[in-house]
T-cell receptor
């Protein structure tokens, strides 16, 4: 089945650690996006990518980094520079002027 | 800069009644798209309906319709005959930019609760 897979579903991070969230899609979509969602809040755009080896900062990129070495994969690293990383992270992909498809999300908690 | 505004943080509606969720947008790009998504408590994002800026008619998908008023820059979602399963967060989103360089921006959402 075609879709977009995020892993892990739950992730715990110690203070000062970098962690990487995985996002893989087999929909052959060119565009991929990372969003952050805080409790009761909307989705805020972190990074997005339209093609391999190219990506743009979204509205809240500070403390995050991404790579796009393959079309199917768009991992997000939450660095120690992100002071308040506890949130729900959603990855999405889309192709052309159609709707975006979302993964099931990763819930990151700092312990 | 592009912006999506949802001014209703929460709404309570009696089952079987129709409900309108408000969304206004701001962009200087003549080509854009507007989306509505539903997010149940499980966290998944479910696509509901899409309206392109050049579409002449309002989009409809089953019980969902989009009231697109371009001059007022509004794209309200109308749910007819609401059901208990409609209780969820609802997000309005806008796509701007050219093909190959598209940004997808979301509003802050409206929490809809259907009362039996």
């Amino acid at each position: 089945d075609g879709g977009i897979t995020q892993s892990p579903k739950y992730l715990f991070r110690k203070e000062g650690q970098n962690v990487t969230l995985s996002c893989e899609q087999n929909l052959n979509h060119d565009a991929m996006y990372w969003y952050r969602q805080d409790p009761g809040q909307g989705l805020r755009l972190i990074y997005y990518s339209q093609i391999v080896n190219d990506f743009q900062k979204g509205d809240i990129a500070e403390g995050y980094s991404v790579s796009r070495e393959k079309k199917e994969s768009f991992p997000l690293t939450v660095t120690s520079a992100q002071k308040n990383p506890t949130a729900f992270y959603l990855c999405a992909s889309k192709q052309g002027y159609t709707e975006a498809f979302f993964g099931q999300g990763t819930r990151l908690t700092v312990v | 800069a592009q912006k999506i505004t949802q001014t209703q943080p929460g709404m309570f509606v009696q089952e079987k009644e129709a409900v309108t969720l408000d969304c206004t947008y701001d962009t200087s790009d003549p080509s854009y798209g507007l989306f509505w998504y539903k997010q149940p408590s499980s966290g998944e994002m479910i696509f509901l309906i899409y309206q392109g800026s050049y579409d002449q008619q309002n989009a409809t998908e089953g019980r969902y319709s989009l009231n697109f008023q371009k001059a007022r820059k509004s794209a309200n979602l109308v749910i007819s005959a609401s059901q208990l399963g409609d209780s969820a967060m609802y997000f309005c989103a806008m796509r701007v930019g050219n093909f190959g360089n598209e940004k997808l921006t979301f509003g802050t959402g409206t929490r809809l609760t259907i009362i039996p």
